[in-house]
């Protein structure tokens, strides 16, 4: 409020706490509304008591009242800025604001509650908390409308003290009597401690947000690197791939070019000897004419005096006969262009499954760690189906392609360049790419794997056998034991052996591990690395008779 615009105490009626209404003003300078000061005056009238409800100055007789023109403008004017309302809402209490306990009538907002009083108090009657020595050393808070639960429903009395065994709240008189031997203290005391923990927790929270702030930070900057990284890379591969379009469509125009230059010279060579040939046969027609002219001579002399005229006939500058290669022309130029493609193809495939795996590899954020529990491990239970195509030709699969068995003969399958082909392995029909767990059930002596698509399998090398070459993970499972291999390095691991193996497989983070499976979960090996290119679950069965079984676990 400007300093020259008449405010809303000057304005009020001490009566009635409003605005002035009709103001009047009365011999000790005083105003009031009309209304107001009439009828305080007229509770009096019998004892012709009219005096000041401020001042307390008496008037006899009772004065006569006028309308005060200048106040009643003042008032209108604090109307018309609207100040009427918003003074009233805020200095009067509504549903939720604590009001005062010593106003009448319309009560105005609390500013203090007095813990020791048990009481709230506006403004003006705050005062004397701050002017009565007696009541200066109460304790003042915020507002409150709890103030009643600070009194001992037991003995009435105010609850200053604490009562740490039961954790609540009592008066003085409370451990004499129910909490009798109880550890009690002061409020006050207690609140200081509280106060001391909550600090900590504060600062513990402060902390954290700090830390949380740098994280988010941290994970801007990574965003930030990871759009130019992405964009970088997405600009570079557009450029690489059109400069193989580029090369591509140069060999092109390079093959075209020499089919081209090739047919025409193959043309004129043609041409060429067939013009010769066209000119012999014209010679020989004109010879064969002369003598067929002569043959028709019938003068015996005339015949025998040209014929040695004749001259002889020539040596022909080509064979009797035109040999031509048995060639397809240029059509085995399209079948080496065709085999380009096929292996082209065949290059873009296997590079595109090294390509898509260095993409999904891009993990800025560190994997989930790995589970605890079997229970947790089933969050990522995910079924395995085996191939035929790599089964070796004494392996029989039944069970939806999830059993294995080994048979003492050779059945038939069709030939496959997949298929193992001297030991009995097999390896699923999908790769494995993300995170995966899943259980093999197994009987005799098999060997649980991970490996990679690429391994070897024909012949009888190394590099055919899961856990012998640089491209598969095994646990080789017997009675006795477990043992985990990798690249020809066999550990053999101590603990309980039981008929069922778990696998679980993060393949982002590297991580490979194999679980003893019975009522609880062993640990049997675990494998940290980096994984360059999908994976396949496998097994191989080592005798007639032993089998594997992939189980979904839930």
């Known amino acids: 409020m400007e300093q020259?615009?008449?405010?809303?105490?000057?304005?009020?009626?001490?009566?009635?706490?409003?605005?002035?209404?009709?103001?009047?003003?009365?011999?000790?300078?005083?105003?009031?509304?009309?209304?107001?000061?009439?009828?305080?005056?007229?509770?009096?009238?019998?004892?012709?008591?009219y005096h000041c409800p401020q001042c307390r100055e008496t008037f006899t007789p009772r004065p006569v009242l006028k309308k005060s023109t200048m106040l009643a403008a003042l008032v209108e004017q604090l109307k018309k800025t609207g100040l009427q309302a918003a003074a009233a809402d805020h200095c009067y209490a509504g549903p939720e604001d604590v009001a005062c306990d010593f106003c009448t009538g319309r009560k105005l907002k609390a500013i203090k509650s007095c813990l020791i009083c048990l009481a709230s108090y506006c403004e003006k009657h705050l005062q004397p908390h701050y002017d009565v020595p007696g009541l200066k050393s109460h304790k003042l808070v915020e507002p409150s409308k709890n103030l009643q639960e600070n009194i001992c429903s037991k003995h009435d009395e105010v609850m200053k003290m604490f009562c740490r065994t039961d954790q609540k709240f009592i008066c003085y008189v409370c451990p004499v009597d129910e909490h009798k031997g109880h550890d009690t203290v002061s409020a006050a005391v207690e609140r200081i401690e509280r106060q001391r923990e909550l600090e900590e927790r504060r600062g513990n929270i402060q902390q954290r947000i700090q830390d949380r702030e740098k994280d988010v930070k941290l994970l801007q900057q990574e965003v930030?690197?990871?759009n130019h990284s992405a964009d970088k890379t997405v600009e570079d591969s557009e450029k690489i791939f059109t400069e193989l379009i580029r090369l591509l469509q140069k060999r092109s125009s390079d093959v075209k070019q020499q089919i081209r230059s090739q047919q025409e010279t193959e043309v004129s060579r043609v041409k060429d000897v067939q013009e010769k040939l066209e000119q012999e046969i014209t010679e020989l027609k004109r010879k064969d004419a002369e003598l067929e002219q002569l043959s028709h001579t019938e003068d015996h002399n005339q015949f025998l005096l040209n014929y040695p005229s004749l001259p002889a006939l020539s040596e022909s500058t080509h064979s009797s006969s035109i040999n031509i290669r048995p060639l397809r022309h240029f059509e085995d130029v399209a079948a080496a262009v065709s085999e380009l493609r096929d292996k082209l193809q065949d290059v873009l495939r296997d590079s595109w499954t090294n390509i898509s795996l260095m993409v999904t590899e891009v993990d800025v954020l560190l994997s989930e760690p790995e589970p605890k529990s079997r229970a947790g491990f089933l969050k990522y239970s995910c079924e395995i189906t085996l191939d035929p195509n790599t089964a070796h030709t004494q392996l029989a699969l039944s069970e939806g392609n999830r059993k294995i068995a080994k048979m003492g003969h050779h059945l038939i399958f069709s030939s496959h360049p997949d298929r193992f082909t001297h030991y009995t392995c097999i390896l699923s029909k999908k790769s494995i790419t993300g995170r995966c767990y899943w259980e093999v059930e197994w009987r005799g002596r098999v060997i649980v794997s991970v490996a990679y698509k690429n391994i070897s399998r024909a012949g009888g090398g190394k590099e055919c056998v899961f856990g012998c070459n640089d491209k598969s993970w095994a646990v080789d499972c017997n009675s006795t034991s477990f043992s985990f291999g990798h690249n020809s390095i066999w550990t053999s691991r101590s603990g309980p052996v039981s008929s069922r193996v778990g696998v679980y497989l993060d393949h982002r983070a590297g991580i490979l591990s194999f679980y003893s499976v019975s009522e609880s979960m062993t640990l049997i090996h675990r494998v940290q690395t980096r994984f360059t290119e999908p994976l396949h679950a496998g097994v191989l069965v080592c005798n007639n008779g032993d089998s594997a079984v992939f189980h979904k676990p839930s």
Request: glycine share 4%; charged share 20%; net charge negative.
């Open 224 to 226: 930030e690197a990871i």
């Open 4 to 49: 020259n615009q008449p405010d809303q105490e000057t304005l009020s009626c001490s009566i009635c706490l409003d605005l002035l209404k009709d103001p009047v003003t009365i011999p000790c300078g005083h105003s009031y509304c009309m209304n107001c000061i009439n009828s305080f005056w007229d509770e009096g009238e019998q004892k012709k008591n």
